[in-house]
T-cell receptor
Framework: SQQGEEDPQALSIQEGENATMNCSYKTSINNLQWYRQNSGRGLVHLILIRSNEREKHSGRLRVTLDTSKKSSSLLITASRAADTASYFCATDKDFGNEKLTFGTGTRLTIIP | IAGITQAPTSQILAAGRRMTLRCTQDMRHNAMYWYRQDLGLGLRLIHYSNTAGTTGKGEVPDGYSVSRANTDDFPLTLASAVPSQTSVYFC????????????FGAGSRLTVL
């Protein structure tokens, strides 16, 4: 079963606009991560946010975490065509550190 | 360039055949993982290894086996392939079992007919 579920499943926006993706999870976590996957490629780590953090920034990326709602959001500002990819959230589980569980992903398309 | 090398990139094989997907990393990471990616299901963990000489089962281990004879190599074997094992397989690694940031390989696309 999936620990994280992304919403929406697919998102299309115009270049230059902001893109927001959401992730909900079921159990308590130590940290939550976001990964990007370009078509036909492996996943690439974007950002990690710990359970005691509420917001984190990395370049044009902004991640928020609300542990009371068991949810996180990824905001990409000033989107570019190169941001077209699938985005996945991943969580550990509070009882073990062997498993990083991924959601089903959001497919983001940036329209030039 | 440091990273993970997976082979083969793509393979078609008949049901019932044995297949080994190879994974090699040159980052001296302690932990390694195998995930399968299926449309609509995201990535699911098959097996993992926290350090050389140890392995563990993930969410979907049935039909697969792994070994970790050394730090760099983590092969995944399908003893008798079935069509439901048609998928894209990703190998990943992390510095330690407590360090969760994963580095992924480019994937191996497997089709079982």
């Amino acid at each position: 079963s999936q620990q994280g579920e992304e919403d929406p499943q697919a998102l299309s926006i115009q270049e230059g606009e902001n893109a927001t993706m959401n992730c909900s999870y079921k159990t308590s976590i130590n940290n939550l991560q976001w990964y990007r996957q370009n078509s036909g490629r492996g996943l690439v780590h974007l950002i990690l946010i710990r359970s005691n953090e509420r917001e984190k920034h990395s370049g044009r990326l902004r991640v928020t975490l609300d542990t009371s709602k068991k949810s996180s959001s990824l905001l990409i500002t000033a989107s570019r065509a190169a941001d077209t990819a699938s985005y996945f959230c991943a969580t550990d589980k509070d009882f073990g550190n062997e498993k990083l569980t991924f959601g089903t992903g959001t497919r983001l398309t940036i329209i030039p | 360039i440091a990273g993970i090398t997976q082979a083969p990139t793509s393979q078609i094989l008949a049901a019932g055949r044995r297949m080994t997907l190879r994974c090699t990393q040159d980052m001296r990471h302690n932990a390694m993982y195998w995930y399968r990616q299926d449309l609509g299901l995201g990535l699911r963990l098959i097996h993992y290894s926290n350090t050389a000489g140890t392995t563990g089962k993930g969410e979907v281990p049935d039909g697969y086996s792994v070994s970790r004879a050394n730090t760099d190599d983590f092969p995944l074997t399908l003893a008798s392939a079935v069509p439901s094992q048609t998928s894209v397989y990703f190998c990943a690694s992390s510095e330690g079992s407590g360090a969760y940031v994963l580095t992924f390989g480019a994937g191996s696309r497997l089709t079982v007919l």
